[in-house]
């Protein structure tokens, strides 16, 4: 699908749609509580979510080939749960997921009763028992995600050992909130985690609102608009709440309210700040940066090359074809904002891109488009009607 994109001032609000991260953690936590593996986000379901939902329901019919979709979230989550459940398994994805590292999760499964190939696809059997799992956290805070969830059930108590420091530490946060509203304790330890076994989960919670969605559109207000998101939790452990920190360092004019977030147009000034706890936040950032007059600077974006996309590779050629000058050192992202023209991008069957090339052409010079648009679907679906609703020019060409 390709989008045409005109500069447009955006006024308006928009609900924030459901958390993608804690829905994925709350369709595991209610099919180990034996209910409807449901994400309890209503009518709304991105291509992730529903993955998600769709490998839970395989499981509990008795199905051993799952399809993980396009979902780091899921095949991750997936292989550690699979392994509690005991059995032969085999996991399977699409786009570039097949090639993200899995090494260490790999590698302290197996340590602990499971047999792990991968071809096509990731074959497991066995079933996991309790012990230590030592594990660095500089990879992915989705395999620790994946392994709390999993190792309360297995009879007897365990403990993960970190052997770095953990990155994306917000994203671990959130699954301890949700395993405690689901009657599941960890003890955090000085390394790593205390996990008791033999626990049951029970209980119910709904995903709040996303930070990382809706940071598109709280930049979007800056850039070129004044927009409200309501629906957001001003107190949330989601990471991605640094957009705020970011608006501001910014210079961005932002108002918080309780469940709201308003942010007018400004006048944007260059801005330095570290993502290795935010890294979904680097290309909408860089965007931001595009509009602020002078050279700004993204620290710490190596793991962005093993995302949806290489998001280094991808976020600077979304840059330069809007003329914009923007290099990386391997470590940080240098963005030297001003004049912005209109660009052709492709999306690299990247969500984040496309949502952040939409706001790049707010207050571009001259008309812009995206090539494959509709790898939004994998996060928000909806996003090209929310924003066409306060006053976006997208249209499908």
């Keep these: 699908m390709k989008i045409k994109l005109d500069n447009a001032y955006l006024s308006g609000e928009i609900k ?30 991105s291509n992730d979510i529903a ?9 509990m019919d008795g199905k051993k080939d799952l399809d993980c979709g396009e979902s780091g979230s899921t095949l991750r989550f ?30 302290v499964i197996s340590e602990n009763g499971v047999n792990v190939e991968q071809t096509d696809k990731i074959y497991l059997s066995g079933k996991l028992s309790a012990g230590k799992y030592a594990i660095r956290g500089d990879v992915s805070s989705q ?13 007897g108590d365990s403990e993960i050992v970190l052997t770095t420091p953990l990155v994306s530490a917000p994203y671990v946060e959130i699954t301890l909130e949700v395993l405690r509203s689901f009657g599941v304790i960890i003890e955090k330890t000085k390394d790593g985690y205390f996990i008791e076994g033999n626990q049951k989960y029970s209980g119910r919670v709904m995903p709040e609102g996303d930070w990382s969605n809706q940071a598109f559109f709280l ?79 993204i620290k ?25 000058k923007a290099t990386c050192d391997g470590e940080n992202l240098t963005v030297y904002g001003g004049n912005i023209k209109g660009g052709e991008v492709d999306s690299f069957n990247d969500h984040r891109i496309v949502m952040s090339t939409a706001v790049l052409a707010l207050g571009a010079n001259g008309s812009s488009f995206i090539n494959g648009a509709q790898a939004v679907n994998k996060s928000y679906p909806t996003f090209f009607i929310d924003y066409n609703g306060i006053g976006g020019k997208a249209s499908e060409v």
């Excluded at 924030?16 to 379901?45: M, Q, V, W």
């Excluded at 997936?78 to 994805?93: D, K, R, T, V």
């Excluded at 395999?143 to 009879?155: E, Q």
Aim: charged letters at 20%; hydrophobic letters at 40%; one cysteine or more.
């Design 78 to 107: 997936m292989i550690p749960l699979c392994a509690s459940l005991g059995g032969n398994y085999s996991l399977f994805g699409h786009g570039k997921l097949m090639q993200r590292p899995n090494d260490q999760l790999f590698s």
């Design 219 to 297: 930049c979007a207000g800056a850039i070129n608009g004044n927009v409200t998101v309501t629906g957001l939790n001003e107190n949330s452990v989601q990471g991605d709440k640094y957009i705020l920190d970011i608006l501001s360092l910014a210079g961005a004019n932002v108002e918080v309210t309780k469940g709201a977030v308003k942010v007018k147009k400004s006048s944007l000034k260059p801005f330095t700040f570290d993502a290795q706890d935010c890294p979904d936040l680097v290309p909408i950032s860089a965007v931001l940066a595009c509009y602020a007059d002078g050279k700004s600077v």
């Design 143 to 155: 395999y620790v995600s994946g392994l709390l969830m999993a190792l309360p059930t297995l009879n």
């Design 16 to 45: 924030a749609i459901p958390s993608k991260s804690y829905a994925h953690r709350i369709a595991i936590c209610n099919f180990l509580a034996g209910k409807n593996p449901t994400a309890e986000c209503g009518d709304f379901s």
């Design 300 to 324: 710490n974006i190596q793991r962005l090359k093993i995302k949806e996309s290489d998001r280094v590779e991808s976020t600077i050629a979304m840059l330069s074809a809007f003329g914009v």
């Design 51 to 59: 993955v998600t939902e769709k490998c839970l329901k395989d499981l």
